[in-house]
């Protein structure tokens, strides 16, 4: 039943199949690569939309439950490294991108939340929500979904407990300690159908938001998968380069994408011979540290907070990539 599961529910394995019989009946020949790659990047596509859309509707129907005034209380009531993973729990449920958590990350800090907590919050909002997990065991399988959330609630607890110890509540910017924490709106006095309603409109908005990004990731993902020689990918990223976890880091960085548009890419990658843990570096990379996202942060912390944000964030990622590059053996 959990094979059954795992293959043709998270992973739509009979999809696939339909998408290569398709193909085939249209004259297709699947052996040729540019016929591969356009099973891949359909079969990508689809799966991918499909969950995505699903999954949106149902975080934003808890959502509608749980407005940041809410939150803000609920976590109000713990304190310490307790306090930090509640903030990291809370991002696992929250937008799916960094750009979209940084207004709810600034909405917390004005509402006089520690700072640890909102970032905390900020680090594992884009990279390990709900939605990730389940694409991630539609893709990799469970326990490297389960291994890829862990590593990055752990990674937002250990940045948010350093960051409330160094006592940096100064390098937060006025604008945001003297804002009103952001409202989402009366969403605590809707009824069952407004929620549906407020569900469905925010699936169709962020979806159309995500989107291209699906398709630039599959794109790119469906060329490295049938047109990227192998040995160029291990070369690189395989187990012969020790180098290979700061080199997917520092890459990751600079891209601007959700988790929807990089596991294509980490799906890729992974099936051509880098390193696990590489590509789960690459991963967090891209979603958490994007360019775009922080130069919005920059907005709301000063260049020294900005900057032990990076550090920590980058220092983590590549510490989890080289584990899992040890314990590669554990997973695949």
């Known amino acids: 039943m959990?094979?059954?599961?795992?293959?043709?529910?998270?992973?739509?394995?009979?999809?696939n199949c339909l998408i290569g019989k398709m193909l085939a009946a249209m004259g297709a020949d699947l052996s040729d690569r540019f016929a591969a790659s356009i099973q891949f990047f359909l079969y990508d596509v689809i799966k991918i939309s499909l969950l995505l859309c699903i999954l949106i509707f149902l975080i934003s129907l808890i959502q509608s439950y749980f407005p940041p005034e809410r939150s803000q209380k609920i976590m109000g009531r713990f304190h310490g490294i307790q306090a930090n993973c509640i903030g990291a729990l809370l991002?696992?449920?929250?937008?799916?991108?960094?750009?979209?958590?940084?207004?709810?990350?600034?909405?917390?800090?004005?509402?006089?939340?520690?700072?640890?907590?909102?970032?905390?919050?900020l680090i594992s909002s884009p990279m390990v929500d709900l939605g990730s997990l389940v694409l991630l065991m539609g893709i990799f399988g469970t326990r490297i979904a389960l291994v890829y959330v862990i590593a990055g609630l752990?990674?937002?607890?250990?940045?948010?407990?350093?960051?409330?110890?160094?006592?940096?509540?100064?390098?937060?910017?006025?604008?945001?300690?003297?804002?009103?924490?952001?409202?989402?709106?009366n969403l605590k006095t809707?009824?069952?159908?407004?929620?549906?309603?407020?569900?469905?409109?925010?699936?169709?908005?962020?979806?159309?938001?995500?989107?291209?990004?699906i398709l630039a990731g599959v794109g790119i993902g469906a060329a490295i998968h049938n047109w990227i020689p192998q040995q160029a990918i291990e070369k690189v990223l395989g187990s012969g380069n020790s180098f290979s976890v700061i080199i997917a880091t520092l890459a990751g960085v600079p891209m601007y994408a959700d988790i929807f548009g990089t596991i294509p890419v980490a799906e890729a990658l992974l099936s051509k011979g880098a390193q696990l843990g590489t590509v789960l570096s690459f991963m967090m990379a891209v979603t958490t540290l994007s360019l775009p996202s922080l130069i919005l942060l920059r907005k709301a912390v000063k260049p020294k907070l900005l900057a032990v944000f990076l550090v920590l964030c980058v220092l983590g990622i590549i510490l989890v990539g080289y584990g899992f590059n040890l314990m590669q053996s554990m997973f695949l």
């Open 91 to 121: 991002g696992t449920v929250t937008p799916f991108c960094s750009c979209s958590s940084i207004p709810i990350f600034m909405g917390f800090t004005s509402a006089g939340l520690p700072i640890g907590v909102t970032f905390s919050f």
């Open 190 to 213: 809707l009824n069952v159908k407004e929620r549906i309603q407020y569900a469905e409109e925010q699936m169709t908005f962020t979806f159309r938001k995500v989107f291209p990004y």
């Open 2 to 15: 959990g094979e059954f599961i795992q293959n043709e529910i998270f992973g739509m394995h009979w999809l």
């Open 154 to 185: 752990l990674i937002a607890i250990a940045a948010g407990t350093i960051i409330e110890h160094m006592h940096l509540e100064d390098q937060i910017e006025d604008l945001v300690r003297n804002a009103r924490a952001s409202s989402y709106g």
